[in-house]
């Protein structure tokens, strides 16, 4: 059995993963289940929601980095 290295990532790299699985994933996994129970405005909103929060992510990623 093997280690991944990880010594090579970035932090950036880290944070936009830790965003990407505890923010937005879970924002769209919740609008398409909303939308499949004919809940379309709620399921359209957290995936708006979704795509908001990735695109304030990248904003602050160009002003920071």
């Known amino acids: 059995m093997t ?3 990880t010594s090579n990532i970035s ?4 944070v936009t ?3 990407f699985l505890v923010v937005i994933a ?3 996994s919740l609008g398409v289940l909303r939308l499949f129970q ?4 709620s399921g359209l909103m957290l995936i708006g929601s979704g ?3 990735y695109v304030v992510f990248q ?5 920071f980095y």
Do not use: N, S
């Not at 004919?38 to 405005?41: F, I, N």
């Not at 904003?59 to 002003?63: A, D, F, T």
């Open 3 to 5: 280690y991944v290295d």
């Open 59 to 63: 904003i602050i990623m160009l002003i």
């Open 26 to 28: 879970p924002l769209f």
């Open 51 to 53: 795509i908001g929060a």
């Open 38 to 41: 004919a809940k379309r405005k």
């Open 17 to 19: 993963v830790l965003l």
């Open 11 to 14: 932090a950036q790299m880290f």
